[in-house]
């Protein structure tokens, strides 16, 4: 059965937590909705983990939608959330809602992400006036990385009160979740007791009502740095390099192809 927004707000009512990761392709797609994760992002992350990227900041809406694309051929019952990419909503509410439209028709995703709490919520009450179901994210805000000077703890002394209008602003605009990232856990606590909507947390502690994790960090596949928040879960990244250098091993060696692998 597809997961829809309702189903968020019906399983923060019963006290069931929600399960989401990213994925940026078909195969990996089919990977975590066979596994049975309530909601796949596809998330500007794929700028750094798959693009290369130094930031989130170049993605372009193309990327996105590309990607996005792939996921959706590859799920059956996940919700699949566009990250909406810099610059593709912030330049003003006709832009977020051509973007975002966009986004849902040349894809067929199911709802839209975007960063930032009260400075943003005019454009999610339009996002959702509209139609498009979008899911709010506070607390540390990649796409204002520039801004912050770093991926820095958000919420802390009077950042606090801050965070909390934030989440109340995405609240009333017609969220129906919001990610909490990189805060103080007792904050997140907080919010997500304070809230009607689901708290999603990735680095915020274990009382959100759900956890969202980039696959390539939870199975190890992106080494190059490993935030505290993240669990690994595999080291794929490591049994790759070892099958990959057994197969340059049996390739120079004449081992493979054997009359098993031949016509």
Do not use: W
Request: include cysteine; aromatic fraction near 8%; charge should be neutral.
């Amino acid at each position: 059965m597809a997961v829809t927004t309702a189903m968020f707000l019906e399983k923060k009512k019963k006290g069931e937590k929600i399960t989401i990761l990213t994925a940026y392709d078909y195969l990996t797609a089919k990977i975590v909705d066979s596994a049975g994760v309530d909601a796949i992002l596809v998330g500007d992350s794929l700028g750094m983990v798959v693009l290369g990227y130094p930031s989130t900041i170049p993605v372009t809406m193309e990327e996105m939608i590309h990607h996005t694309k792939a996921v959706v051929r590859g799920r059956k019952n996940a919700m699949v959330i566009f990250d909406m990419p810099f610059l593709s909503y912030q330049t003003g509410i006709r832009d977020a809602i051509l973007n975002a439209g966009r986004a849902l028709k040349e894809t067929r995703c199911d709802a839209v992400k975007i960063e930032g709490g009260v400075e943003q919520k005019e454009t999610i009450r339009a996002l959702v006036d509209s139609g498009i179901p979008v899911m709010g994210h506070i607390g540390l805000q990649p796409q204002s990385v520039n801004v912050y000077g770093g991926y820095k703890l958000r919420g802390k002394g009077e950042e606090r009160e801050k965070i909390i209008e934030d989440a109340k602003a995405v609240e009333e605009a017609g969220a129906f979740a919001v990610v909490l990232e990189k805060i103080p856990q007792s904050l997140a606590k907080e919010i997500t007791e304070s809230l009607s909507i689901p708290t999603i947390g990735i680095g915020a502690g274990k009382y959100c009502d759900g956890q969202v994790l980039v696959f390539h960090d939870m199975v190890g596949l992106f080494e190059e740095f490993k935030p505290k928040f993240v669990k690994r879960y595999a080291e794929l990244g490591k049994l790759a390099r070892e099958a990959v250098k057994e197969y340059i091993k049996e390739v120079k060696s004449g081992k493979f192809p054997d009359e098993e692998h031949s016509y």
